[in-house]
């Protein structure tokens, strides 16, 4: 490597460094969070998806673990989510003109709370919501899972997003 090659990596270096707040993922994450803890989130939906909470709980930790550096702790974390479901449901959306569905829908909510013990201005409740079409001659009980999947990557994706994501 050049002089000149090794001059601008180590700029790059020290620029990221002396930010205070940085991230390969793009997340935008205060130098002095180290921590983060994930309370499980609890299903208050009307229609219980048994392994639902457990899914998004994992998903939710699983991208905390590969999109940032912080540690996962219990408690006393320096950030803090919880949450619970508050909607799984399955509606029709596509009505024919013999009054039959030719799409039902499945919507998922889910209310998260955010607490950053390092930058309280950070602090949010909100509710995510997503949904996944699919076609109605298909049982949902054959596409539940795909769908629940599709569907909760997006809400994960949509919690990190408001989260970390805040330039």
Same mark, same amino acid.
Do not use: H
């Given at each position: 490597?050049?002089?000149?090659?090794?001059?601008? $990596? +180590?700029?790059?270096?020290?620029?990221?460094?002396?930010?205070?707040? +940085?991230?390969?993922?793009?997340?935008?994450?205060?130098?002095?969070?180290?921590?983060?803890?994930?309370?499980?989130?609890?299903?208050?939906?009307?229609? @219980?998806?048994?392994?639902?909470?457990?899914?998004?709980?994992?998903?939710? $930790?699983?991208?905390?673990?590969?999109?940032?550096?912080?540690? =996962?702790?219990?408690? #006393?974390?320096?950030?803090?989510?919880? #949450?619970?479901?508050?909607?799984?449901?399955?509606?029709?959306?596509?009505?024919?003109?013999?009054?039959?569905?030719?799409?039902?829908?499945?919507? @998922?909510?889910?209310?998260?709370?955010?607490?950053?013990?390092?930058?309280?201005?950070?602090?949010?409740?909100?509710?995510?919501?997503? +949904?996944?079409?699919?076609?109605?001659?298909?049982?949902?009980?054959?596409?539940?899972?795909?769908?629940?999947?599709? $569907?909760?990557?997006? =809400?994960?994706?949509? =919690?990190?997003?408001?989260?970390?994501?805040?330039?």
């Amino acid at each position: 490597m050049t002089y000149l090659n090794l001059s601008y $990596i +180590y700029l790059c270096i020290t620029l990221l460094n002396g930010c205070g707040i +940085y991230s390969f993922s793009g997340a935008s994450i205060p130098t002095a969070t180290e921590t983060c803890s994930i309370n499980y989130i609890q299903n208050e939906a009307d229609l @219980i998806e048994p392994n639902l909470s457990n899914r998004l709980t994992e998903a939710l $930790i699983q991208k905390c673990q590969t999109e940032t550096d912080l540690t =996962i702790v219990d408690a #006393g974390s320096d950030i803090n989510f919880s #949450g619970k479901i508050i909607k799984y449901e399955v509606q029709p959306i596509a009505i024919q003109n013999d009054e039959t569905a030719a799409q039902n829908r499945l919507t @998922i909510g889910v209310e998260i709370n955010f607490i950053s013990n390092i930058n309280k201005t950070d602090n949010f409740t909100e509710i995510f919501t997503q +949904y996944a079409d699919f076609n109605s001659n298909i049982n949902f009980s054959e596409v539940e899972e795909m769908l629940n999947n599709l $569907i909760i990557e997006e =809400i994960v994706d949509d =919690i990190f997003n408001k989260s970390f994501m805040n330039w």
